[in-house]
């Protein structure tokens, strides 16, 4: 069954009135363009186009590649309609050509919207997909008609090319002519001695279905989308986006003998990129009503209130307070600025886990993934510079890039477990990626540049018995410049300690003997939303914060026992970063004093540093019984230290009218 002349004019009249009336401001938008031969596109939501009409929405399912080329003579009527409407009043007015209605919005149903790959029982039907971009091929001038004229009666007449045999022409056996000429001799127009005239660009992409999707054990499966005209150039590899199109098949011609491989393509009608929305995270008044009520509950005593937001962060672990802020911090991130002569500072941290066997490395690596909404886990192992980075594939005699873990991880987390056992000519290529945030490419003759705006969490085994009169980097055989990179590295000893082994072993065989108890943990998809709400905040320094973080870095920097590695100007950017993520993490948009003196505390047990406290095993942190009184302690501790007495003054003032 095919569409009638009626339903086709039906169609056309819905269409063509629909855009009238919701999209004259873009086809005027569009008529005002100099370039008449560009391709234009329209946007159009098809949950209100099938709402104007119920019965176009059936003929759309029915005959999705049909009803499409209808609806882009329709536009071309309706661009004609709305010129001769605005003749008279703007001049500057031109019709264009090359006008293609792009569908989106499809209604939210199992049938229509996917997150896995279609398969052969969807072919011919219009279905939007998402996934992640992996790869990436050139653009390619298509010849996708030419025209041919019989010998016999002269009569002219088009052939379009197959895209179900690759765009292949397919001579037609007999002359077209309607008096009935049946001469099967033609000659091709734009042949050998003309250019082919009717040419439009095209590319081919691969999408993979999304990782934190799928089921564990599952492994992705990949689809190849066919853009064309507008549609090219519209993503590049790392992207997350949902493609519009009708699923089709293709094939390699035949050959006698020789089986025919058939492979399911998407021809696509319209590209969405999410890379800004947050993935399957909704974010609204209520929600953030919820939290805001939390943070007012304990507006006396706030870092209760984060205290209970850490033990609900991968709470498997016993203790392991300060990990466990470190993580909330990183995963908060800071704010990325660009300064006066448009070099970008990163606004996301990275931190480096180096610890014995059994301290539950992995484990704070698996829940990080889970909670943020584009991540990617891999190990050093297993991890190429091509598949941490970018590799070069040929693909039908040429090259295309395939995207590695960093760049699928781009505005998210990349996860890296046993770093130190990626090859040493392969971290290299990481040094670019951590601090520049971008991958410069030069492979198989393809130069470009990628993003890799992520956050990196790495976890590594020390290198033998860890020896601490040693540095960090003769421990885990890792050089000084990558060293430097990572804004936190917390070692975690498993010494002994007779009254932590107790605790711990009752914590795993009864589940109990926690020192704090929380009355309720937050749920994973809790979360997941408070992480997701906090990246939108940003905090701003303030005096006083900005003088505890210098002074600070001045210390450490004349320290006697510094370390070379750790004590660069990146331990200041480190340290601006990290007070901003704490802020974050207390939903608030100033840096307080309160922020800077964490910050100064976890950095000095990240350090391995005697500059103030001296060493403090991360391990053998247990959430403190009275956060207040602690953080009392440390104020008084680090402002002595800094010789900062003013300020401490002031905080002490200000937390002694907090507890009245």
């Not at 938008?29 to 946007?43: K, S, T």
């Not at 709305?82 to 008279?88: G, K």
């Not at 492979?263 to 319209?270: C, D, H, P, S, W």
């Not at 004590?567 to 840096?591: C, N, Q, Y």
Request: negative net charge; contains cysteine; aromatic residues 6%.
């Amino acid at each position: 069954m095919v569409l009638g002349a009626d339903q086709v004019n039906l169609i056309g009249q819905v269409f063509e009135s629909y855009v009238l009336e919701h999209h004259r401001d873009d086809i005027l938008g569009i008529l005002r363009e100099a370039d008449d031969e560009a391709h234009y596109p329209v946007v159009v939501d098809a949950l209100t186009l099938f709402e104007t009409n119920m019965e176009i929405g059936e003929y759309f399912n029915a005959f999705p590649s049909e009803v499409l080329t209808v609806f882009d003579s329709a536009l071309r009527r309706a661009a004609l309609a709305a010129l001769q409407d605005a003749a008279a009043g703007s001049p500057h007015l031109s019709l264009k050509q090359n006008l293609h209605a792009r569908v989106s919005g499809l209604p939210v149903c199992p049938e229509l919207t996917r997150e896995h790959i279609p398969k052969a029982r969807d072919v011919g039907h219009f279905l939007s997909v998402t996934g992640t971009v992996i790869r990436t091929s050139l653009v390619k001038v298509l010849e996708f008609e030419r025209s041919y004229i019989c010998n016999k009666c002269k009569h002219v007449f088009a052939v379009k090319a197959d895209f179900e045999q690759y765009y292949a022409f397919c001579r037609p056996s007999a002359c077209l002519n309607e008096e009935g000429c049946n001469s099967s001799k033609f000659t091709c127009l734009s042949g050998a001695t003309s250019s082919p005239a009717c040419c439009r660009d095209y590319q081919e992409i691969k999408i993979q279905e999304q990782v934190q999707r799928l089921s564990v054990g599952s492994i992705p499966r990949c689809m190849v989308v066919a853009l064309e005209d507008d549609l090219v150039d519209s993503c590049k590899s790392g992207d997350d986006i949902t493609v519009y199109g009708v699923v089709m098949q293709r094939w390699k011609p035949f050959h006698e003998g020789a089986r025919c491989d058939l492979e399911l393509v998407l021809k696509a009608n319209y590209v969405k990129v999410n890379n800004e929305q947050l993935s399957g995270v909704v974010i609204d008044e209520e929600v953030r009503k919820e939290f805001e009520d939390f943070w007012e509950k304990h507006r006396d005593d706030p870092l209760a209130g984060r205290n209970e937001i850490l033990a609900s962060l991968c709470p498997q672990v016993f203790g392991l307070y300060l990990v466990k802020l470190a993580v909330a911090m990183v995963l908060a991130g800071g704010v990325q600025r660009t300064d006066a002569t448009g070099t970008r500072i990163r606004g996301e941290s990275h931190l480096l886990l180096v610890g014995d066997p059994g301290t539950g490395k992995s484990q704070f690596l698996k829940y990080a993934v889970k909670i943020t909404p584009r991540s990617v886990l891999t190990a050093g192992i297993g991890s190429t510079s091509a598949g941490l980075t970018v590799t070069a594939v040929k693909d039908f005699g040429e090259w295309n890039l395939e995207a590695g873990a960093l760049v699928l991880a781009d505005g998210g987390l990349c996860c890296i477990d046993e770093f130190n056992s990626i090859k040493e000519h392969d971290r290299t290529s990481i040094h670019e990626a951590m601090e520049q945030q971008t991958i410069s490419v030069a492979k198989a003759g393809l130069v470009c540049k990628l993003n890799t705006r992520t956050t990196i969490l790495a976890a590594t085994n020390p290198k033998g018995h860890y020896d601490s009169n040693e540095s960090v980097s003769v421990n885990i055989a890792l050089g000084s410049p990558l060293l430097s990179r990572f804004d936190l590295v917390l070692v975690l000893l498993d010494t002994k300690n007779e009254e932590w082994d107790r605790i711990i072993s009752s914590f795993i065989l009864q589940n109990k003997g926690c020192p704090s108890k929380s009355e309720k943990l937050w749920s994973m998809e809790k979360m997941k939303t408070y992480f997701c709400l906090i990246k939108n905040i940003q905090p701003k320094l303030s005096g006083e914060s900005n003088l505890i973080l210098v002074r600070y870095y001045q210390t450490q920097r004349q320290s006697d026992c510094r370390n070379a590695a750790r004590t660069t100007i990146r331990l200041l950017e480190s340290l601006i970063r990290l007070a901003e993520a704490h802020a974050r993490l207390m939903f608030r948009d100033t840096v307080t004093v309160e922020d800077a003196v964490t910050v100064v505390s976890v950095m000095e047990s990240s350090m391995q540093g005697c500059a103030l406290l001296g060493g403090i095993n991360a391990l053998h942190t247990s959430f403190p019984e009275d956060p207040m009184a602690q953080y009392r302690t440390q104020c008084e501790l680090i402002l002595e230290r800094l010789e900062l007495q003013d300020l401490l003054h002031k905080e002490l003032q200000r937390l002694d009218r907090l507890i009245l």
